[in-house]
């Protein structure tokens, strides 16, 4: 496990861990992209664009260049979509971090720091569902600090704080792409107890077809505190 410590977030780190949560995001579009291209919808649609294309052009160079610039405009639209998620959540809880997370004594929000540096984020505050759960939310770690334990120990320094505040359980959502992710939460002790969808903005009757699975796991907090999971505070 890499040397580091979990502290509470402070003002001073407001430029960092808008970064951290941006590179994160921004890392998820491309596997995105992939997924849906791999969707039947996706790849029935493009097959028959195909043929029309060629139908007209009579020429199967023109009908595949055809589908490759349809496929850049998709990975567009995609982007575009992914980058509306980013500028609201960067504009709602995290453009007032502080507000959202620690002026309440059930939510918080930590850093990672390592190598004198933050290279970790987590917030967590009560569950929408159910007053008994906490969230989960934000967990980011920096790619070149990933595999070291750090997002192991945010997710453990969440759930001490949950059971610290008499919460039954820490719940969190992650796509169906962000594969690492779901299996961070899994060794770490969450289980996924079900699974919705997520539309991606595009503003296009794409979406009636395309979506993205968002897999939601839970914690449940034993009833007598597991022994050797103290963090650094």
């Known amino acids: 496990m890499a040397s580091c ?32 291209l791999k969707k039947i919808p996706c790849i029935l649609g493009l097959v028959f664009v195909l043929c029309i294309l060629f139908i007209c052009t009579s020429s199967f160079l023109l009908a595949v260049l055809g589908i490759l610039l349809l496929v850049v405009f998709f990975r567009h639209r995609v982007n575009d979509g992914c980058n509306q998620y980013i500028l609201s959540s960067l504009d709602s809880d995290m453009k007032y971090i502080h507000q959202s997370y620690l002026e309440s004594h059930n939510s918080c929000f930590w850093v990672a720091e390592s190598d004198g540096c933050i290279v970790g984020i987590v917030g967590c505050c009560p ?3 159910t007053k008994e759960h906490l969230d989960l939310r934000r967990m980011s770690v ?44 899994e060794s770490t002790g969450f289980m996924k107890y079900k699974e919705t969808s997520f539309k991606i903005p595009l503003n296009s009757v794409i979406n009636l077809v395309l979506n993205l699975p968002i897999y939601h796991y839970r914690y449940n907090i034993p009833t007598v505190p597991v022994e050797g999971r103290a963090c650094m505070m």
């Not at 995001?25 to 997924?35: D, G, L, P, R």
């Not at 169906?176 to 992710?181: D, E």
Request: glycine letters at 8%.
């Open 142 to 185: 920096l790619k070149t600090y990933r595999g070291r334990g750090i997002g192991k120990l945010l997710c453990r320094t969440v759930i001490d704080f949950a059971r610290q505040q008499g919460y039954k359980a820490v719940v969190l959502g992650t796509s169906i792409v962000q594969v690492p992710a779901q299996r961070l939460y």
């Open 127 to 129: 569950a929408s569902e």
């Open 5 to 36: 410590s979990i502290r509470r977030y402070e003002d001073s780190d407001y430029e960092t861990v808008r970064d951290i949560f941006t590179a994160g995001m921004i890392e998820v579009h491309s596997a995105i992209v992939v997924y849906m």
